[in-house]
């Protein structure tokens, strides 16, 4: 396999990833080294089996081990219930990849090959390796390949390029599944071998199903309908796949539909099977350009107008040709857009993680609201998380989708205040192809449609622009999105958790802010508290986050000191907790004498108190415009204790300290001196 060439292959991903597999693969036979994020546990453990038994990886598997004839035609008559089961699925599975330089084998359970399928270019490129009648290709013999490798693991295995471990057949791909009896016996393998450029990407698939198929053919054997049970068997096959297949001759006729493909395609799949696609679906039909123009395409979207309405879906297609290059047919895989969103949302991980015991806190408001959200979460309703920032909107958003019935489907974050405005409506709700210069090919779903079957949790609701405000609230009452440049709604299935740390009644009234978008969203509404409202979680948050913290550093936790806690207590954290976080982290970095002091903490927290004369001058100078200001916001709320220390930034329980610290009495009181908690009228 020559892999020094970039000119031919520069900017293939296939020829990349092939090229990196190489250098594993010489990096392990030379140093004995696996790289796991390139080679998967699977190929490594059978390596490190290869190197143990001592298979040499350049053997030249011109002369794999042959046993005498008597030896093969006692193997061959010991599994030839097997064999004659199988051929006639072979063929119908080499009817597939007949004309793409690959060949269908059957190996017994010792992986010595009873029957092969193939034509005479591939028999001609495969001509150095033995892949003839009696001929083994198990493990300790040629190293790590499909036939080989599934008979140890007993499941469907692939194999491309220098995942094996005999150089030889690094120009290859080789796909096998195992085959077992009634009985759960291993019989045998299934397997299809190719070049690897022109293996089908969905050829494990097929060998999956087709091997299956000859188990079901073994349990329901019918001696006298053995030609017509294989035909039915392999398409029950076909049927066993979550994906929809058809395949299309060269005329045009259908062949193979399943009810998969026949469901995404909205037709009856026996009313298709030997008619012309064209008449069935249209002229136009997008996978016949397959036919006429010979080329192929992966995970391509197509929308197309049926007698219901219309279907989208994402297809991957390949052209069958023969051995002179003619086309004589095509083979399409589909899959429904639902499904693919899943597969994307499991690859980039958009799931929430959070769940209500991740939200700590010992407050009486906060349990209750906890409570109350786990109620909600089983609806679904639109939900408005209210709050400050760093009160933990985004926690409870994840938290409430993981006790909702949607928790496995996607949770897509979407913060309406960092997206540019340009940008929003193509994010929200996508776009088609060419709805706009830059726009992806193909277009693009939007948030919103990915989001199906789950939640979109719109955070920073508050900084939406008005006009997309409008497309909003169309979305939220008719369930269904239009992406930009496109014709067809397409139904969606989102609960929408939507968050601001702004009133959203202000600004209705400021005009920033639609009122019929505020009543959809105000469905169900919670309000959460600042961390200034709870001060008595302030200690239980700081040793949760020392601990936490200190873990993640690799450092012992620190002794916190009462003062320490004193001064977190006493400050009003207009961040809130992702302030009280912040703080304990810089706080960590600084401590050297494993005991947290207030002089750990920024200067807006703690400041040291001033020595001298001067300093006490300076003191007791902060010290009375400290108590004056005290006195005025009293004064001005009437003595009413909550809003004097909302006012003031700290907490009731900090008020009432420097009101007796600075001996405060109101104005029209008699008594003199300290002023008793249970005097002062807290509204």
């Known amino acids: 396999m020559n892999l020094d060439h970039d000119n031919n292959d520069k900017g293939k991903p296939v ?12 990096k392990f036979i030379n140093n004995f080294e696996i790289e796991p994020y390139v080679i998967r546990p699977l190929l490594a453990n059978s390596w490190h089996r290869c190197l143990r038994m001592k298979v040499d990886p350049y053997a030249p598997l011109g002369e794999l081990c042959f046993l005498s004839s008597r030896q093969v035609k006692k193997r061959i008559k010991r599994r030839k219930i097997l064999i004659d089961a199988a051929i006639p699925f072979m063929s119908q599975l080499y009817s597939f990849v007949k004309g793409t330089d690959s060949m269908v084998c059957l190996a017994d359970d010792h992986g ?25 290709w198990g493990e300790a ?6 036939i080989g490798t599934t008979l140890f693991e007993k499941k469907p295995v692939q194999i491309t390029a220098s995942e094996h471990y005999c150089q030889i057949m690094h120009d290859f791909t080789s796909s096998a599944a195992p085959i077992f009896s009634p009985e759960n016996e291993l019989l045998g393998v299934l ?11 969905h050829t494990l698939g097929m060998v999956v199903a087709a091997a299956k198929a000859i188990e079901n053919h073994l349990i329901n054997q019918k001696t006298a309908y053995e030609l017509l049970i294989a035909y039915n068997k392999v398409t029950t096959a076909i049927e066993t796949m979550n994906e929809g297949l058809i395949a299309i001759e060269a005329n045009q006729k259908i062949t ?13 799949d026996k009313d298709c099977i030997g008619e012309y696609a064209s008449n069935v679906f249209g002229p136009e039909f997008p996978l016949l350009h397959v036919i006429n123009t010979g080329r192929e395409f992966i995970d391509k979207e197509f929308y197309i107008e049926t007698a219901m309405g219309g279907t989208r879906f994402t297809s991957t297609a390949k052209p069958i040709k023969d051995e002179f290059g003619n086309i004589t047919g095509m083979i399409a895989t589909l899959k429904e857009i639902d499904t693919v969103h899943k597969l994307v949302h499991k690859m980039v991980g958009a799931r929430a993680t959070m769940v209500f015991d991740d939200i700590v806190g010992n407050d009486p408001q906060l349990h209750a609201l906890i409570k109350r959200a786990k109620r909600v979460a089983r609806s679904s309703s639109t939900i408005l998380l209210l709050g400050e920032s760093g009160t933990g909107k985004e926690i409870f958003a994840q938290a409430i989708h993981n006790a909702s019935g949607r928790s496995k489907g996607p949770f897509i974050v979407i913060n309406c205040g960092a997206i540019p405005r340009e940008l929003v409506e193509s994010e929200l709700f996508g776009y088609e192809d060419g709805a706009f210069t830059g726009a992806a090919r193909g277009g693009r779903p939007g948030k919103f449609e990915l989001a199906s079957g789950g ?3 719109l955070d920073e609701i508050g900084d939406m622009p008005l006009d997309i405000q409008t497309s909003l609230l169309r979305v939220l009452q008719e369930r269904q999105v239009t992406r930009i440049g496109g014709q067809k709604a397409i139904q969606i299935n989102t609960r929408v958790i939507a968050s601001t740390n702004k009133n959203l009644a202000e600004e209705v009234d400021k005009g920033n802010f639609r009122l019929d978008l505020y009543y959809r969203l105000n469905v169900i509404t919670f309000n959460l508290p600042g961390l200034r409202e709870r001060p008595k979680d302030v200690p239980y948050l700081t040793q949760y986050f020392v601990e936490k913290i200190s873990r993640r550093l690799g450092q012992a ?32 970095h600084l401590v050297e004498t494993d005991i947290l002091v207030p002089e750990h903490l920024p200067s807006r927290i703690y400041t040291p108190r001033l020595k001298g004369a001067k300093g006490a001058e300076k003191a007791d100078k902060l010290k009375n415009a400290e108590a004056k200001v005290i006195k005025s916001t009293l004064l001005s709320c009437g003595w009413n204790i909550s809003r004097s220390a909302a006012i003031l930034g700290i907490s009731r329980n900090t008020l009432y300290r420097k009101i007796e610290k600075f001996n405060l009495t109101p ?10 908690r249970s005097k002062l009228d807290d509204g």
């Not at 961040?575 to 960590?588: H, P, T």
């Not at 104005?667 to 008793?676: D, Q, R, T």
């Open 256 to 268: 193979q539909l399943n009810s998969v493909g026949a469901k995404i395609l909205q037709v009856d």
């Open 141 to 146: 013999i040629a190293g790590t390949n499909s």
């Open 667 to 676: 104005e029209n009181s008699p008594v003199k001196g300290v002023v008793e």
């Open 455 to 457: 939640t979109i949790f």
């Open 112 to 136: 010595m090959i009873l029957d092969v399928l193939r034509d005479p270019v591939i028999q001609h490129r495969t001509k150095h390796l033995c892949q003839n009648v009696g001929s083994e």
């Open 557 to 588: 936790s620190p002794t916190i000191t009462p003062e320490f806690y004193g001064c977190l207590t006493e400050y009003s954290w207009p961040g809130n907790v992702r302030e009280l976080e912040n703080v304990i982290e810089q706080a960590l």
């Open 15 to 26: 020829e990349r990833k092939i090229k990196r597999i190489y250098r594993s693969w010489d």
């Open 191 to 201: 397997c299809i071998i190719g070049l690897y450029h022109n293996v089908h990407p």
